[in-house]
């Protein structure tokens, strides 16, 4: 899987984007919340890139 972290204004935060594992995505997602800009998170497929879901910061 991708994951990547966007701003308000649906901008990917540049250098957060990772390929995971599917097992890794809740550790990686706490890690990235880490940065106070990041307000949600996209998952995408690792193989061909389409979206999954969206991670909304609690």
Partial sequence: MIIRGYVVLNRIVEDTGQLIETKNIQVAAK??????????????????????CRIKRE
């Fill in 31 to 52: 890690y990235l919340f880490k940065n106070i800009e990041i307000s949600y998170l996209h998952v995408r497929s690792g193989s061909n890139n389409c979206f999954q």
